[in-house]
């Protein structure tokens, strides 16, 4: 009897304890800072140079639904560290964004530049980045693709079997990217079937997986894998053409921050989860790319 006193007793502060744990705890959020965010992104393809800035907004209280504030009287220099060069970028648009044209400051690969954003109370903020190596299409080969075994789905009205059917590729690259680099692919396939009908395929990879780190090897691997629903298996490759980018790190960080928001990422809400290089607390990105276009593989 004794016995089952305790354990009726200990049951209890056992559930006592974990009531005691499921409160709701009222945490104050942390105090709003207000800080300027800046986004500029170059490349040698660009025909201008853009600059967007503008302020953050709360992300909760009254005050987060007011416009979006822009910077529209600041001073917006790129530097040039290469070779001595600048150029000053002028007030676009009434959406904080100046511009400079690429007459007579270029973006060259493997240059270093640095943007210089001074605001109107004298406060400095700068990033610096190094444009990566352009692309070499004649270094980026296919050199391994597999289709799988097809499942079946559906009939079509012309009696065809439509079926999912995997496809495995592999495209190597050995061009000079290093490790300070990075590179994604973005490839459509021409696929036949049995009876050489022809359909294309847009390879669609998860941007973390998609985007790869240079290496000092001077080999770089991109795997892809997708599930292509096609009538009347089995199938073909015939070609496969697209894009290739290199980047900096901050354009590649920029890049996942675009899969995480959307195609219009907006950084004036907080909490921000925008990847920034600035300084001095301002966020924001300073990047650098460049991309070919072109046919990839010819069966």
């Known amino acids: 009897m004794k016995n089952k006193i305790y354990i009726i007793g200990m049951l209890s502060l056992f559930l006592l304890m974990i009531s005691s ?8 959020p942390p105090a709003f800072v207000k800080k300027p965010v800046i986004v500029c992104l170059i490349s040698p393809k660009s025909e201008y140079i853009y600059a967007q800035l503008s302020y953050t907004k709360p992300y909760w209280g ?3 639904n007011v416009p979006d504030e822009y910077i529209q009287d600041a001073s917006v220099e790129l530097v040039d560290l290469t070779v001595p ?17 690429t007459t007579s400051f270029h973006i060259a690969s493997l240059h270093n530049y640095k943007i210089i954003v001074t605001l109107p109370n004298g406060k400095v903020y700068y990033a610096t980045s190094q444009v990566p190596p352009k692309p070499d299409l004649s270094k980026l080969k296919m050199t391994f693709h597999e ?15 439509y079926s999912e059917t995997p496809l495995l590729q592999n495209f190597q690259y050995t061009g000079d990217l290093n490790t300070n680099f990075f590179a994604s692919m973005q490839v459509v ?12 395929v847009v390879f669609l990879q998860d941007v973390n997986r998609s985007i790869i780190q240079g ?8 795997f892809s894998k997708q599930n292509v629903y096609f009538e ?4 073909k490759l015939i070609s496969v053409q697209g894009s290739f980018y290199t980047m900096d790190k901050a354009y590649a960080e920029f890049y996942k921050t675009q899969e995480f928001y959307g195609s219009d990422p907006s950084p004036f809400s907080e909490p921000l989860i925008l990847s920034s290089n600035f300084s001095d607390g301002a966020i924001g990105v300073f990047g650098s790319y460049d991309f070919e276009n072109g046919l990839i593989y010819h069966r």
Do not use: H, M
């Open 21 to 28: 744990c499921e409160r709701t705890a009222l945490v104050e």
């Open 62 to 64: 009254a005050s987060a």
């Open 85 to 101: 060069n600048s150029v000053k970028l002028s007030l676009f648009s009434s959406k904080g964004v100046y511009r400079a044209d």
């Open 147 to 161: 289709f799988g075994t097809s499942t079946d789905i559906s009939v079509g009205p012309g009696g065809g079997v």
């Open 189 to 200: 396939d021409s696929i036949e079937n049995k009876f050489q009908k022809a359909a294309e």
């Open 215 to 222: 290496s000092n090897s001077g080999v770089i691997n991109i």
């Open 232 to 235: 009347d298996a089995p199938l």
